[in-house]
């Protein structure tokens, strides 16, 4: 390499390309003192002698990326993209995004944590409050007052979503599931009278 092509670090004093520099446009040639290596160690050392918390250096291969929510090294294409980040990807992977994601909406939507709504299952038998068959993975919640029911599998969530939380509605269909048909009596045009 020429000598316009490489620089001497100020601080390790080694010759390195000039890729391996950070730009500093108030500097005659442009770059950094330091190569970014010696700048990311020089910074942690400032940031530990003012005794604030510094995370530690994460070695990872290529083509990876260390998520700190989870403490995994994951490839890039279990990251979504950001395109303001330096490394163009998100801070956390997806898997984490979407359990933050889940932790918020149960938080904003019901007011509960994530170990409520499990401690709710628990309480219930690891089984739909309703059909005491399926797995439970919905939040019940009454639309009037908001306040939460239980925890009820898609099917049995969805039927009373149908339903309009009606109780009148969901008797006469249990006795029209039953057999016990409720067949209204035309009073007058679109009146119907329902059998007592």
């Known amino acids: 390499m020429g000598a316009a092509e490489v620089k001497r670090c100020a601080r390790c004093r080694e010759d390195k390309p000039r890729a391996a520099f950070a730009a500093n446009r108030s500097l005659r040639d442009g770059l950094q003192s330091y190569c970014r290596v010696c700048a990311a160690e020089y910074h942690q050392e400032r940031q530990k002698a003012k005794g604030k ?14 998520c700190r929510r989870c403490g995994e090294t994951k490839p890039h294409s279990q990251w979504s993209r950001n395109s303001s980040a330096s490394d163009g990807l998100a801070t956390a992977c997806k898997s984490c995004r979407v359990a933050e994601g889940r932790a918020g909406h149960l938080k904003r939507t019901y007011g509960i944590s994530e170990a409520e709504r499990e401690e709710m299952i628990k309480e219930q038998g690891g089984v739909c409050c309703i059909c005491l068959s399926a797995r439970p993975v919905h939040v019940d919640h009454c639309h009037v007052t908001d ?15 149908q339903f309009k939380d009606r109780p009148d509605v969901m008797r006469r269909a249990a006795e029209y599931v039953e057999g016990n048909v409720w067949k209204p009596t035309l009073v007058a045009p679109g009146v119907y009278q329902l059998p007592s």
């Open 147 to 161: 306040k939460v029911r239980g925890v009820l599998c898609f099917s049995c969530n969805a039927a009373l979503g």
């Open 53 to 66: 918390n510094v995370r530690p250096r994460v070695v990872v291969p290529s083509g990876h990326k260390h």
